[in-house]
């Protein structure tokens, strides 16, 4: 199985609804970060949070990364129905021959409904 | 800043045909990488090179799939004689190398092998 799992697989809640993704991952991390895709678009960077923090806030988005348990989650507030998309956390490992690689998750598909 | 441009957008090829698809990175940026995505899937990694240097290939088929990032240019994914079994959208991102940071992501292009 790979690294970086989110669940749900999908999520379909209502405007102003907050929307909560999670993401578990398997090995040491240097940081893990959080995606979103538009259908048919590239990503864009959300957040970055590193191993040593445990929370992190960006607008209307808050993220919490628990390194004992090996997961994250992503929380978007009062969501809008344009945030509707796919989310996916990426997890870069802690040194070795894979610096540099990031590896992502299958992803959340996210609706909001207006 | 264009950030990370792609191209082309889109791209049909016969089975048998050779694909290319062109990176350039974020101005500043030394470091890319290409990533897969089938459909309904999230990203795999595929390639990272640095200028004129392949990092970490360990994601690439050995067979009909080479990269480079020559000193001047942009980096080039080339498929040869590619089959059905090659259609995706590929991405490609950048950063400037260092671990803290998050990754720019082209809008990818999208591979129909016919």
């Known amino acids: 199985s790979q690294q970086g799992e989110e669940d749900p697989q999908a999520l379909s809640i209502q405007e102003g609804e907050n929307a909560t993704m999670n993401c578990s991952y398997k090995t040491s991390i240097n940081n893990l970060q959080w995606y979103r895709q538009n259908s048919g678009r590239g990503l864009v960077h959300l957040i970055l949070i590193r191993s040593n923090e445990r929370e992190k806030h960006s607008g209307r988005l808050r993220v919490t990364l628990d390194t004992s348990k090996k997961s994250s989650s992503l929380l978007i507030t009062a969501s809008r129905a344009a945030d509707t998309a796919s989310y996916f956390c990426?997890?870069?490992?802690?040194?070795?021959?894979?610096?540099?690689?990031?590896?992502f998750g299958q992803g959340t598909i996210l609706t909001v409904h207006p | 800043n264009a950030g990370v441009m792609q191209n082309p957008r889109h791209l049909v090829r016969r089975r048998g045909q050779e694909a290319r698809l062109r990176c350039s990175p974020m101005k500043g940026h030394s470091h890319v990488y290409w990533y897969r995505q089938l459909p309904e899937e999230g990203l795999k990694f595929m390639v990272y090179l640095q200028k004129e240097n392949i990092i970490d290939e360990s994601g690439m088929p050995k067979e009909r799939f080479s990269a480079e990032f020559p000193k001047e240019g942009p980096s080039i994914l080339r498929i040869q004689q590619v089959v059905r079994g090659d259609s995706a959208a590929y991405f490609c991102a950048s950063s400037t190398g260092a671990r803290g940071n998050g990754y720019t992501f082209g809008s990818g292009t999208r591979l129909t092998v016919v």
């Open positions: 990426a997890t870069l490992n802690a040194g070795g021959t894979s610096y540099g690689k990031l590896t």
